[in-house]
């Protein structure tokens, strides 16, 4: 599981948007984001760069995996 670091969520929308956006890529994606840490965490087949770039399109400033 690959943890990131992702300034800019702050609401269930911010979690709805990057859980989609990650399983439109991956289906069986695991997404946990947690608001408060700010932490994105993601089991996935994709690469930690496609799942940056991912959270990133959807308007979020990510650090790669901590």
Same mark, same amino acid.
């Given at each position: 599981m690959q943890v990131f670091q #992702?300034?800019?969520m702050s609401c269930a929308h911010c979690v709805r948007a +990057?859980?989609?956006a990650l399983r439109?890529?991956?289906a069986a994606a695991v997404v946990e984001v947690d608001l408060a840490t700010a932490q994105v965490r993601v089991d996935s087949v994709?690469? #930690?760069q496609e799942i940056a /770039?991912? +959270? /990133?399109?959807e308007g979020y400033a990510v650090d790669c995996p901590i």
């Open positions: #992702v300034q800019g +990057i859980t989609q439109a890529e991956d994709l690469s #930690v /770039a991912l +959270i /990133a399109a």
